[in-house]
């Protein structure tokens, strides 16, 4: 067998069974495997970001990776942003780039780079396959590299020659790496519970920060048990990889984006104890403005690291601070179909919480237009928040095919800012070869809205109109309806609050992908 398939077998005798491609001339071996290895479902892919992206969302959503194949240092390079929110959602994901022969790298062909530089920039393992007989080893080792506590990106170099020499065989999956979360130290449940004693009558002062596996279902109701024996208020990390919400869940609000109102929200705060968020820092410094929202005299303790037993830890820590007390989930209850009117992005997140189908996967990608949405699915029926990790954009709508095909028996809606969706426009098109069930909403603003509002911020001085020009997305308009037709989406536009509600339970109805271009401004 050539190293190509013995990889591929490798990977499905792991799991692995799902590979997002946009493949060259150095990875054909790998291609052509495929054909000999059916378990491994191929989705094209028509940009490596789409391909990472989509790797991401499935990671996210079944805890398993998938893998993306990538066509050496530049399509590598081509998939490092969304990798880069992979990473920062910690996701387990396999990239696979394939490189040049072995005996063909000093030659310098045009192709030829750094590959495991870039690598190295997003991955917490990398390896270079030397010989075919190693690589089904190596590929063994990336998963359960990939699989380490929270998850994280391997990466596996494939260079042409291992692929289509022959002598390799598959081996099973590597034993040799925990994959298990660590159980949390009883030391650390110490000073939590000093800070949860402390709480009294002065109001909230102790605040229990909620990040990774911290927002599913079990953790949540645990930090809702904690909060209510003791008055804690329970916080989520600014942007959750997933994060449980909805009717019967107890409801977490997020800390905000901008320093200064996350500062508001932990003015009162003397201890924060972290479940599996980092400790807060602003997304940026601005002159003047801290770089963290905690104020100057918090104490931050860390109950549970991403990597740790972050159920268990909460678990435990709510069996010792409020045994018999009961979690708090959240009613149910939507909001109204607003009156008809002109759309705006408040009136849109009104719809969107109306209709919301139960068991939904949001990818939340709507940026400024977001901003009401929130609150406006709060009580919707339970569904899974995907977010955009990194604050690289362009992450949306590769994210919601990743979990499409993740979840087929599960509504996916995209909710997209229309300057993010134009960096990966062309996973449309996956949507529409896969037959996802994938409903787009395209904020369409014609702004990069939100760096006017940073230009503010920064205290740039604007004197001319070159500036706001490069924040202006009109000039021609985009038609998402257009695009969307030209790759295979059915697709309409919304001008009215209405109308967005026909098009959106239609497309929620309706099987398969569809796009709505939300128009929530006004056009010239
Ligand atoms: C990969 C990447 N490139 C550039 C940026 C800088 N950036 C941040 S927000 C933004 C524009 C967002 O516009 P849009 O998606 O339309 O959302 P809006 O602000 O209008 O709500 C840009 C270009 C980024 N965050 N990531």
Known sequence: ????????????????????????????????????????????????????????????????????????????ANGLANLHNARRARTPLLAVVGDHATYHKRFDAPLESD???????????????????????????????????????????????????????????????????????????????????????????????????????????????????????????????????????????????????????????????????????????????????????????????????VVGALTSLADLAAPGAEPSPQPASRPELPADGKLTAESAAAVIGALLPERAIVCDEANTSGLWLAGATAGAPPHDWLSLTGGAIGQGLPLATGAAIACPDRPVLALEADGSAMYTISALWTHAREGLDITTVIFSNRAYAILAMELERTGASVTGTTARDLLDLSRPDLDFTALAAGMGVPASRAMTTAEFAAQLSHALAEPGPHLIEADVSPRG
Request: hydrophobic content about 45%; some cysteine.
């Open 115 to 309: 590959i495991d530089a870039l690598a190295g920039s997003v991955s917490g393992w990398v390896r270079r396959s030397a010989r075919s007989a190693d690589a089904p080893a190596d590929a063994a080792e990336a998963v359960a590299a990939a699989l380490r506590s929270p998850g994280q990106i391997a990466t596996l170099i494939l260079p042409a020659d291992v692929t289509w020499t022959d002598g390799a065989e598959p081996v099973g999956p590597a034993t040799f790496l925990p994959r298990d979360p660590s159980p949390v130290p009883r030391a650390r449940f110490v000073p939590a519970m000093g800070a949860l004693r402390g709480l009294g009558d002065v109001g909230p002062r102790t605040t229990i920060l909620l990040g990774g596996t911290g927002l599913r279902r079990p953790a949540i109701e645990a930090a809702s048990r904690i909060a209510a024996a003791t008055g804690a208020r329970v916080l989520a990390e600014t942007f959750p990889a997933r994060h449980e919400r909805g009717a019967g869940i107890p409801h977490v609000d997020r800390l905000v984006y901008l320093v200064e109102f996350a500062a508001s929200q932990l003015a009162d705060t003397r201890h924060l104890i972290l479940a599996g968020a980092s400790s807060p820092a602003s997304f940026f410094a601005y002159p003047g403005k801290p770089s963290t929202p905690l104020p100057p005299n918090c104490h931050v303790q860390v109950l549970a690291e991403p990597g740790d037993d």
């Open 1 to 76: 067998m050539n190293g190509a398939e013995a990889v591929v077998r490798t990977l499905v005798g792991c799991g692995v069974t799902t590979c997002f491609a946009n493949p060259g001339t150095s990875e054909m071996h790998f291609v052509a495997a495929l054909d000999a290895v059916p378990e491994m479902r191929g989705v094209l892919c028509l940009f490596e970001g789409v391909a990472t992206g989509a790797a991401d969302g499935f990671g996210r959503m079944t805890g398993q990776p998938a893998a993306a194949l990538l066509h050496l240092g530049p399509g590598l």
